[in-house]
């Protein structure tokens, strides 16, 4: 234990001693970068008006001093604006860049790796550490500083759910080990100024929501900024190298040894170390942040050179696997071939889920048939409203969920109700008026609706699927998620899937594949009402790249999926990477 202590700071006080240090040699470094840079382009520019005015030389005696303190000025002046803009917002783009949200503790996953990061708290004698979580189903790891300069570590869904517990502990360690020495401040500074880039770059290159004008005058804007743009990637591409060709691989090294010091399991590091690598960790456009990964997202292509000891700031993955490897009397294809035998007894322990009518009695099948032809039945009770559309014709009918979900309502539109053969303005009915205070207050449109199945209007119930809590119908097995929690079901695969499923994914997978047999396979979907708020689904596809139906409910954030969509989902999600 002294061992492990003599390699951390003494103190708090001594890490922020230690940032103040890195601090000023950045910002040296950041004025001497601007120097150059800004020197070379004015120099340029010089020579090329000498070329248009002979005999004019910019840099003899007595204009060089104003050259020279003009480039001083220039170069200090965008330090400073640089530098405190990094300070000031360079963290918060970093965690909304990547999505990540505080763990919740609701969440078994969520919670153990809350359990971890408390223990290796304490293990290294930091006063305080924040958890995040990031929506990805890679496996992959960061440390940061956070908004208000407290140290925090992120993981990523697909690590939550790749990773044991040993080698949860081993990545928290890692991760502890960076903020410790110093190189999280140094890498999240780092990040924060080429960050300033890469929000000029996004802001030239958004298009305004809402434009007036020809078509012509948005063609000129785009061709307007597109140079700006290249040049902010430009010179958040360069200022990256710059300043991690200052940073030494050891630290990651130094890390990683350290890690072992306060985990005492150099076999586990290893293991999650390889599993990242496997997945490629990548986690969309985040070329700013990769010196804070545990694994940088174009890992498979550095090898152990000169050049990549020069401009990258992770060493190979197979040297790291190495000398991990090398502390326990290993090799690497030992602790390679251990993660594959423990994936082989993941997979022989998951329970298989069968489809929904599999196994099921012709008794039953025919009981939940009467139930949705019922649930039918009384929904078209309920369809007594028509809208009159702009060319005067009447549109529907529809149920009150439905005809306030409509894009076209507005209070002032004129309906019909076809119950009490009355028309007027939608605000003259008090149904509707009801309904839209309802909506106000965040109530349900029909509370005697709330919680029941949309397709056989069986009362939900709550349950646990991959760890996250959804509802679930009772007959037909349709099941209600959230949208924040897909990334977490896809990401988990405690469960195991028979046959008759994987044929229907299959299915669906020959279908994405070839769009004339879309109509025949995907099922065609009634509109329904969402089981919370109580307006109309949305029939839309999944996303752009799994586009078969589901019902969605952009109010209340959920997606129902009718009976085996959703193992279908996490079925065509596993096949695509395998």
Same mark, same amino acid.
Request: net charge positive; with cysteine; hydrophobic share 40%.
């Given at each position: 234990?002294?061992?492990?202590?003599?390699?951390?700071?003494?103190?708090?006080?001594?890490?922020?001693?230690?940032?103040?240090?890195?601090?000023?040699?950045?910002?040296?470094?950041?004025?001497?970068?601007?120097?150059?840079?800004?020197?070379?382009?004015?120099?340029?520019?010089?020579?090329?008006?000498?070329?248009?005015?002979?005999?004019?030389?910019?840099?003899?005696?007595?204009?060089?001093?104003?050259?020279?303190?003009?480039?001083?000025?220039?170069?200090?002046?965008?330090?400073?604006?640089?530098?405190?803009?990094?300070?000031?917002?360079?963290?918060?783009?970093?965690?909304?860049?990547?999505?990540?949200?505080?763990?919740?503790?609701?969440?078994?996953?969520?919670?153990?790796?809350?359990?971890?990061?408390?223990?290796?708290?304490?293990?290294?004698?930091?006063?305080?550490?924040?958890?995040?979580?990031?929506?990805?189903?890679?496996?992959?790891?960061?440390?940061?500083?956070?908004?208000?300069?407290?140290?925090?570590?992120?993981?990523?869904?697909? =690590? #939550? %759910?790749? /990773?044991?517990?040993? $080698? +949860?502990?081993?990545?928290? @360690?890692?991760?502890?080990?960076? !903020?410790? &020495?110093?190189?999280?401040?140094?890498?999240?500074?780092?990040?924060?100024?080429?960050?300033?880039?890469?929000?000029?770059?996004?802001?030239?290159?958004?298009?305004?929501?809402?434009?007036?004008?020809?078509?012509?005058?948005?063609?000129?804007?785009?061709?307007?900024?597109?140079?700006?743009?290249?040049?902010?990637?430009?010179?958040?591409?360069?200022?990256?190298?710059?300043?991690?060709?200052?940073?030494?691989?050891?630290?990651? =090294? #130094? %890390?990683? /040894?350290?890690?072992? $010091? +306060?985990?005492?399991?150099? @076999?586990?590091?290893?293991?999650? !170390?390889? &599993?990242?690598?496997?997945?490629?960790?990548?986690?969309?456009?985040?070329?700013?942040?990769?010196?804070?990964?545990?694994?940088?997202?174009?890992?498979?292509?550095?090898?152990?050179?000169?050049?990549?000891?020069?401009?990258?700031?992770?060493?190979?993955?197979?040297?790291?696997?190495?000398?991990?490897?090398?502390?326990?009397?290993?090799?690497?294809?030992?602790?390679?071939?251990?993660?594959?035998?423990?994936?082989?007894?993941?997979?022989?322990?998951?329970?298989?889920?069968?489809?929904?009518?599999?196994?099921?009695?012709?008794?039953?099948?025919?009981?939940?048939?009467?139930?949705?032809?019922?649930?039918?039945?009384?929904?078209?009770?309920?369809?007594?409203?028509?809208?009159?559309?702009?060319?005067?014709?009447?549109?529907?009918?529809?149920?009150?969920?439905?005809?306030?979900?409509?894009?076209?309502?507005?209070?002032?539109?004129?309906?019909?109700?076809?119950?009490?053969?009355?028309?007027?303005?939608?605000?003259?009915?008090?149904?509707?008026?009801?309904?839209?205070?309802?909506?106000?207050?965040?109530?349900?449109?029909?509370?005697?609706?709330?919680?029941?199945?949309?397709?056989?209007?069986?009362?939900?119930?709550?349950?646990?699927?991959?760890?996250?809590?959804?509802?679930?119908?009772?007959?037909?097995?349709?099941?209600?998620?959230?949208?924040?929690?897909?990334?977490?079901?896809?990401?988990?695969?405690?469960?195991?899937?028979?046959?008759?499923?994987?044929?229907?994914?299959?299915?669906?997978?020959?279908?994405?594949?070839?769009?004339?047999?879309?109509?025949?396979?995907?099922?065609?979907?009634?509109?329904?009402?969402?089981?919370?708020?109580?307006?109309?689904?949305?029939?839309?596809?999944?996303?752009?790249?799994?586009?078969?139906?589901?019902?969605?409910?952009?109010?209340?954030?959920?997606?129902?999926?009718?009976?085996?969509?959703?193992?279908?989902?996490?079925?065509?999600?596993?096949?695509?990477?395998?």
């Amino acid at each position: 234990m002294a061992k492990t202590q003599s390699n951390l700071p003494a103190s708090y006080w001594e890490l922020q001693k230690k940032q103040k240090s890195i601090s000023a040699f950045l910002f040296i470094l950041l004025f001497v970068f601007y120097l150059a840079a800004f020197g070379l382009l004015l120099a340029v520019i010089l020579l090329g008006t000498q070329v248009f005015l002979p005999g004019s030389n910019p840099f003899s005696s007595p204009h060089f001093y104003l050259y020279a303190a003009g480039i001083i000025s220039i170069a200090a002046a965008v330090t400073v604006i640089n530098f405190l803009q990094a300070k000031k917002t360079g963290t918060s783009y970093i965690l909304s860049n990547l999505r990540a949200y505080p763990p919740d503790p609701g969440d078994r996953y969520h919670l153990s790796f809350i359990n971890v990061a408390d223990e290796m708290k304490i293990s290294s004698g930091l006063p305080r550490l924040k958890t995040y979580i990031i929506p990805s189903v890679n496996v992959n790891s960061l440390s940061l500083l956070d908004r208000d300069n407290i140290p925090a570590i992120a993981v990523t869904e697909g =690590l #939550l %759910a790749e /990773a044991s517990r040993d $080698e +949860l502990q081993a990545v928290v @360690a890692h991760e502890v080990a960076h !903020i410790t &020495k110093g190189d999280t401040f140094l890498f999240t500074l780092i990040c924060s100024l080429t960050a300033f880039y890469e929000k000029l770059k996004d802001s030239l290159e958004k298009e305004p929501e809402y434009q007036q004008g020809p078509q012509l005058s948005r063609s000129s804007h785009r061709s307007t900024s597109a140079p700006l743009a290249y040049v902010a990637s430009s010179i958040s591409f360069l200022l990256i190298k710059f300043l991690t060709m200052l940073v030494s691989q050891n630290r990651e =090294l #130094l %890390a990683d /040894a350290t890690a072992v $010091e +306060l985990s005492r399991d150099p @076999a586990a590091l290893s293991r999650i !170390i390889y &599993k990242a690598w496997v997945a490629n960790s990548y986690l969309g456009d985040t070329s700013i942040l990769m010196p804070l990964f545990l694994v940088p997202p174009d890992s498979k292509e550095i090898a152990d050179s000169s050049w990549s000891r020069l401009f990258n700031t992770h060493p190979p993955v197979e040297k790291r696997l190495g000398l991990l490897a090398a502390m326990i009397h290993r090799s690497v294809e030992e602790i390679k071939n251990e993660v594959r035998h423990q994936e082989k007894l993941r997979e022989e322990s998951r329970r298989v889920i069968k489809a929904s009518t599999e196994g099921d009695s012709p008794e039953k099948e025919k009981a939940i048939l009467n139930l949705k032809e019922q649930a039918e039945n009384e929904l078209h009770k309920t369809e007594v409203w028509e809208i009159r559309q702009a060319k005067g014709q009447w549109a529907g009918p529809y149920t009150l969920g439905a005809l306030i979900s409509l894009p076209a309502f507005s209070p002032a539109v004129r309906v019909r109700n076809l119950k009490e053969n009355r028309e007027g303005q939608a605000r003259e009915f008090p149904q509707i008026r009801f309904a839209l205070y309802r909506q106000v207050k965040n109530q349900p449109v029909d509370p005697a609706s709330v919680n029941r199945c949309p397709v056989c209007q069986a009362p939900l119930q709550k349950s646990f699927y991959e760890g996250v809590q959804t509802k679930t119908c009772p007959v037909c097995s349709g099941r209600l998620v959230s949208m924040e929690d897909i990334e977490k079901i896809l990401a988990r695969q405690e469960y195991d899937f028979s046959p008759q499923l994987k044929e229907k994914a299959s299915l669906y997978q020959e279908a994405l594949l070839d769009p004339g047999k879309r109509n025949t396979t995907f099922p065609q979907k009634k509109l329904k009402p969402c089981p919370s708020c109580g307006l109309q689904l949305a029939v839309k596809p999944f996303n752009y790249y799994y586009v078969f139906p589901v019902y969605k409910c952009y109010k209340c954030r959920v997606i129902w999926f009718e009976p085996d969509e959703l193992e279908i989902l996490q079925l065509l999600f596993k096949g695509r990477d395998e």
